[in-house]
């Protein structure tokens, strides 16, 4: 029995999920985010307000580090994006999963590069456990009002027209 | 790890598929049945994200292969302001031969790793289960997940934050909760339990200084356990903080004092003795960041005398190679990601300069590391310290990040020196590396990423000679028609342990929808020491293959 502890435990849990989704709707997205409960501040202090989260018509979130290539050659993309599409409702958030100790790298990392959008320490990890709890990086989901509707795992210059469309479609939903 | 029996028992290993494949079938099924979004109605949310693996294992040790299922199942329901989350890991081995030689390596394991229950109101929130925690920049504390080491540390207790506009107030109490099956070296790691305790208060001016004081206080298990190299019974410290961010300036200061198990060399010159003292530890940290139009110009400073915690282990764990799993970590001052010893004392300083080189779209950035041997704190006892002979070490890295095509396409190369003086007799250590990395696109929904890094490391010593070898990665990434993701890489070390000089492997994953993919890996990849943030760890060869399913509902 207790070699089949592990199948059954994880059938068990599969099959009150696939139950409770039969009663329940799927036609809502993924994730309801409390993102204004989890972003105080900037990487340089600047408080964020509750309101320009919840004023903002797309939420875009990517994980990165200061040591993640792909991560890095992203974030340039990401702050065009927003530079094009911050007066019709974007708002992003580049949420640097880097180590407490290498806060001074992230803020120099962002400072030196003047993205178009706040740049965000997650230095105890608070973030990541509600929205990326298996560390991915890059690591892009795209939010409305508050839930999530589009993630992205990995960058690659070849993904990033997609992601734009799903940007330009969101924003130009009604 | 050792095995009596030196051949795979493959009838074995059949027996067990054919054994657990209903299980695995029917896991699959359910799964695959369940709607593909997450269950959502009126304030519910029910989200599941679910990690199988299967990988086969050809032991660079010599050890018979073996073969393994590992499922993780995380499960979150949120309501209101309430949140619970469940972490289910489990591990299978399979192919096994039936006699073995170690206590419990290649256990099965099957734990609730993570269990949390969260209430969250308008300032304030408070756990209960598991938890993360950091004090300051991580001299005292730092507890958070490290995936590319296998860590996970929590505190499973109870925790409760507040919040407002310019105060913030952390309490926290828990006993340590680790990942139970190291993946390093798959012995089965029991709970240390370690009481550890603290508290973290913080004030923020008008004009943004931000000042702030933590404590910590820990009772440690199996402080009578000899083999804890540095078993420590309990331990306390303080700390201060300040940051200015609007100005780029942060302090810190700690102090840590632990009593302890050390051990001597005893009268006689040959056995070891164990004796209980103090061990203090002293940590101070300064930063400042600043822009002058195009230059940016970040500049640190630490000294640290050994103020690291580490869980202690069960009786009997460490000698079977249980890695020692560490509560705290330092800012390195150094490029995250060398494979570099930390040091648990050091006084030293770096400062970075970047400029933004705008008309050609490119940031050049060159650093400058410089440590000293530190000088003597009061109450140092612990006699050994990998760094404790140090003279100085520099390190000097230049890069350069370049941005054509809008963005679309971007170069990187880095290229640096690291110098590691000892006091003689012991030998110096000298490392030179370059990298250099191209994101290339090449059609809508196609592109190439190109990663070429190479490590050249000698060590003088001035009796033995120099030993010199050479490490590198060189790896290429075709991305098709955006989902399909075709990787060959090959690792390659010319240093005299590893049995291989190159370490070919490749992978594809196809990412089906938003939230699952498949990934299927096949070959060796290189072991040795690993580092993120100032944590390191030693990390097997791999040789074999894997199968990965990933799923987020």
Redesign the interface.
Known sequence: MRRHALGFLTVLLLTACGAAGARLSTEAPAGVVGLADLVHRDVFGEPIPRAEIADAKVVMIDFWATWCKPCKAELPLLSDLQARYGAAGLRTYAIALDEAGSAAAVQEYAESNRFAFRVVHDDDGSLARELNPRLEMPYTLLLVGGRVVHTHRGFSTADFPAVEAQVRALLETP | MRLRAATTDRRRFRRGVL??AP??L??LA??I???A?????Q?????????LAVEAHHPASGDPDFQLVR?K???AV?YDVYRAEAR?E?T?FLGLPDAWNGPDPYA?V?EAEKLTVEV?GRDT?VWVGDF???L???FLL?L??M?ELGLDTTLRGAKATY?D?NLSLTAFGGFSNVVNLDSATWLKVSDPHDLLTGAAASWRFPA?L?VGAHGLYAHFRHDDTPENDRARQEAWGVGGTF????F?L?GEADFLSASTLSYFVAANGLDLDYRPSTVDGLAAFL?A?Q?FGPV?V?A?AKWTHRPRLEATLHPGESTRGVAAIPYT????LE???LRLTPHDSALGARV?V???VEPADA?L?VSHTHFLDPPDAPGSLTPIDPYDDLDRIDHTTVSW?Q?LL?????L?GTGGFRQEKKKSPEPDHQLWYAEA?A?????????V?L?ARHEDFSDDDPLLGTTAWREGTLAM?W?LW?DL?VAAAADYSTRSTSEHTWFPNGSVEW?YT??G?VKAFGGYSRGGLKC????CRILPEFDGAWVQW?E??
């Open positions: 054994q657990y299980t695995i029917v896991m359910m799964t049945s369940a709607p979004r997450a269950f959502h109605v304030d519910w949310l029910i989200d599941l994200t679910q990690s499922e199942l995380t499960l949120a289910l489990g299978k099965d099957l969250r929130r993360y925690q950091v300051g920049r991580g730092n958070r997940k995936d919040q506009k943004g931000e940051e200015w961010r609007r780029g942060y930063s960041l822009r940016t970040l640190e970590a330092a800012p390195t490029k995250e990601d970075r970047s400029v933004n940031i950035a990040e941005h809008e963005h679309r396409l971007t990187t990395s994101q290339v696109p090449v059609a809508p929904g196609f592109a990423d990663i990434t991305t955006s993701v990412k938003d939230s993919s993120v943030g100032g944590v990933v987020r509902f």
